[in-house]
């Protein structure tokens, strides 16, 4: 922030506090971490909305601007700027519109799908602590990582999908060194807990030729990934920081067995088949820069870059033909994406700071390779938000983003059973809400 943040030299005075209120704050906090974040899908399936104030940014400044210890999830080198004991807890409620016109070259039957994008909430947790003048260490639990859908179960695309859910959550112990009043760096080892789930239907009568109802597939697993999350802060003046962050690839291995129900020639020999998913957190890199212009006014700006072209496998797929039937695993086929953000921080007054972002992400996948797994394009985030100090130790923030992927034709065809789905995702959108607190000690 920029002059509500001047009273962070206030905080030292407060170390003192009464252990039961200090007890009282670290449980609330703590309980809204609880909650498993199952976030749903934004222009790929990295999200910058974590439950922080970054939202109401669109993620601008992300990498410099060091207002508080969610700096763990974008640049860990910003907990040097950070004195005493911080503590942050947010949650957020991510919903929208996914819904999907089947055209009439489609040759599966069925309808249009409903919306799949249901409420979903999230939740975020970061503490830091100054140790002396040079060292600060945190920790964060957070996603920033899933998918959740959910179409109706006699939709036109079920045998490619009817529900499915990847989440991911972050564990993130990290710590940052001050070199001196110019430079800090940071270092953060990150431990990923990933679900997987998805459930399909299955053609029993290929071509049409036979009066069969579907049978049915579930896949499920859970695993860990690990990985790392580096960064740096170049500040060459007051009200100047430049950022440079990093995160490294995660590598996801989801092995577990096809659960099939329904009988048939068709189905017997899939049910109980072992599948192996090779998947890829993507490696990121960002730049930012936060530069304050006077006390009021702040201009806020960030480049990133997702290594998406090394996702891998994203699901399974059951295909049929009437001598018998195959399981595949899926290739998302990805490219990799770049963000450009801008934003700006204006406080009108000391208790009061608002914010405001605009982004642009582009395409993980082209037209011609989009399926209904993983629906993803282009976006375009609009982000506000705003933060109160209740008084000099604890912060209230409120924000909102709008991300518009428009339209995104679909055009998928199966190998051996010749179905084809075609149709469009139109005008296509996600919001964000989010809240969370901040605590100085």
Known sequence: MLQSRALTAELRRHWNLPMPMLYRKLLISTALCLSLPTSALAGGIMLYEIGSDNTGLANAGAAARAQGPSTIASNPAGLSYLPGTQVSAG??????????DVDGTSTASGGDGGNPLGLTPSASFFISQQLDERWTIGFGSYGDFGLAENYDNDWAGRHYLQNASIVGLSLVPSAAYKLNEQWSLGIGVKAMYAMLESQAAINRAPLGLLDRSDGQ??????TWGYGANLGLIYAPQPGTRIGLAYTSEINLDFDSRLDV?????????LDGRRIQLDSQVPQTATLSLYQQLNAQWALLASVNWQDWSRFGEIGVELDTQLAGAQSTSVDARFKDTYQLAVGSQYQVNPQLLWNLGLAYDTSAVSDANRGVILPTGSTWRLGTGATYGLDQNTDVNLSWDLIWMGDMPVDQSKKLSGERLAGEYRNAWIQTLTANMTWRF
């Open 261 to 269: 129900s329904g009988t048939g020639p068709l189905l017997t020999p």
């Open 217 to 222: 597939f579930n896949y499920e697993d859970q």
């Open 91 to 100: 949650g957020q409620l991510l919903f929208g519109d996914l819904g999907f």
